[in-house]
């Protein structure tokens, strides 16, 4: 298939969203995901970087598509200290993927608390500005790694390269970081963390022997609390939930009904 010309493009993926029925600016986002995602297949094969893997709200989308929720930022996993992670992302995105060409902006958050890094990286597709991507770059861990093939769509009819696979964090190892994150002390803004996790059980995903495995050695590692007894959701969360719940079709649509199955699913896994 032939690709479309540049000054086409934007008229061409605003086409191929409404026949696909995918939100314009998230379809987008898709190309930008996977352009980056083949820089760093092409960085792994060729030596400048020894590995990475996608975790957050990105390997949720590329795993399930639009039934995940859409996500803005790119979650990525490098070896090394921070100082480290910046050279190889940077050394990474010089070789470029396809008609794509990456640059970094200068722009440097640290985010302590995380151990991470956030950066901006502008994208550009032929002659032509793209996008612009934050990328939070956070250490490695423990956690195995998945080859997924991405479920996303649209890219095809766009005449856009589709790097398959892609590295993602393991799903029982996403989940345990997951149900970390939301029951911990540093637990404010990670609401969206339980619907994603009950997300993956509504779609027969979630294999508990995996996961109870999974969380054991995440709380061990992070050692900062325990697996809670009972579980109580911030009233603060309450809106939020419902709205995005609603939102993704979940069974659960009220607070009360996702609290209760959140508590039934950390039950299993003590």
Known sequence: MMKPR??????????????QGIDQERLRRWV???ALCGVL??????????????????????????LARATKDLDLALAGDR??????LSGSIRLGFDEF?????????EMEQADTVRVEVAIQYRTRSWQTVEIDLGPTSQAS???????VYGLAELGIPVPSPVR?????????????????PFAEGRARD??????????GQLDPGQVKEAVWRVFQERATHDLPAAYTLSAGWHAELESLAAELSLPARTANDIEQRFQKLLATLR
């Open 32 to 34: 930008s995901f996977l």
């Open 194 to 203: 339980v619907l994603d996790i009950l997300l993956i059980e509504d779609l």
């Open 83 to 88: 100082k480290h992670r910046l050279q190889s």
């Open 41 to 66: 297949e092409r960085a792994v094969a060729e030596g400048v970087m020894d590995s990475y893997y996608l975790k957050g709200g990105v390997a949720m989308e590329l795993r399930f598509a639009q």
């Open 145 to 151: 790694v998945e080859l997924v093939p991405p479920k």
């Open 168 to 184: 993602c964090i393991h799903l029982a190892d996403q989940i345990a970081q997951k149900i970390h994150a939301c029951t911990g």
């Open 101 to 109: 060409t990456f640059r970094l902006k200068p722009r440097v958050r």
């Open 6 to 19: 540049t000054e086409r493009l934007e008229k061409v993926l605003a086409r191929v969203a409404r026949e």
